[in-house]
């Protein structure tokens, strides 16, 4: 078992210098921050004390022994254990309501016996999930607030314990790294925050060798999803369903209508987030029909 924490990256690159190397199998502890980095632990914070240098780290990466370009790498999820408080925030011009709110609000949630305390009647089921997690991308340098093909801030709430995520490889190694850990979040994130909170992720990494993806795809217990995300939400949308089509057409040996019509009758469609500077969507499909997704 693998333990990493405090080695932080605002970007994802394979020019970042990895933590240790790991191997195919092996378990890894993510001690991860929040959003903020955790500089805001109060509610009599505001966010002209928030240095938006130190947004979205991520921890990591980790050198994956064996992970090579066009391989797919699959990260399960096995545990996500958060801290006792959360924070949430709401600042003008940013979220879908951003252009209503007149000031900035920074506000402390305390996390009580798996419920999220918003006020004293209005306690939210804690559900924790994974707002950042990637490899390197194929070129250049991506800060983690930056959905794409490589991961990123895709603030899925599907990737939760439980669930495995399936992330292209484009570099040696992989260079995965994680973290924006959220207590609870809503589909599509409107107020640009869900409650944001440190955690602790475990998780087991598998090399899937000979198989090549070209976007994010994931597993849970009910449905297989494909992962999109980009600037045009309609793009966004195109991109999950066509990847999710020509899966169909694959796996149950069906043509390009009739996988496009069982995808209408039985696929949703669903947001993950649409306030960072790509918006991601999924496409599901139950695994009463799709058992996998490779």
């Not at 990256?9 to 959003?35: A, L, W």
């Not at 801290?83 to 007149?102: C, F, H, R, T, W």
Request: glycine share 8%; with cysteine; proline share 5%.
């Amino acid at each position: 078992m693998y333990t990493i924490s405090n080695h932080k990256i605002y970007s994802m690159s394979q020019n970042h210098k990895p933590v240790f190397t790991v191997h195919d199998g092996d378990e890894i502890v993510f001690e991860t921050r929040d959003c903020f980095d955790n500089q805001l632990t109060s509610s009599d914070q505001t966010m002209d004390q928030l240095d938006w240098e130190h947004i979205n780290p991520a921890i990591g990466p980790v050198f994956i022994e064996g992970a090579a370009s066009n391989d797919t790498l699959k990260v399960s999820i096995l545990d996500i254990q958060v801290e006792s408080y959360g924070i949430m925030v709401a600042v003008p011009d940013n979220g879908v309501l951003g252009k209503l709110v007149k000031t900035s609000e920074v506000r402390k949630i305390p996390i009580v016996d798996g419920y999220a305390v918003f006020r004293e009647d209005l306690k939210i089921p804690c559900k924790p999930m994974i707002g950042v997690i990637g490899v390197a991308p194929p070129k250049g340098e991506i800060p983690c607030g930056t959905p794409g093909e490589h991961g990123g801030n895709m603030d899925n709430g599907k990737i939760a314990a439980g669930a495995a995520l399936y992330l292209p490889i484009f570099h040696d190694g992989a260079m995965l790294a994680m973290g924006d850990v959220h207590a609870a979040m809503g589909d599509g994130e409107i107020m640009v925050s869900g409650i944001e909170v440190p955690a602790k992720i475990k998780v087991k990494i598998e090399v899937i060798k000979g198989i090549s993806i070209s976007a994010p795809m994931l597993e849970d217990a009910d449905y297989c999803y494909t992962i999109a995300s980009h600037e045009d939400l309609e793009k966004a949308i195109f991109q999950a369903a066509s990847m999710m089509n020509e899966i169909l057409m694959d796996k149950l040996h069906l043509s390009f209508n009739e996988a496009g019509m069982l995808l209408s009758a039985v696929g949703n469609l669903e947001f993950c987030q649409v306030v960072d500077p790509k918006r991601t969507v999924r496409m599901a499909v139950p695994r009463t029909l799709l058992k996998t997704l490779f």
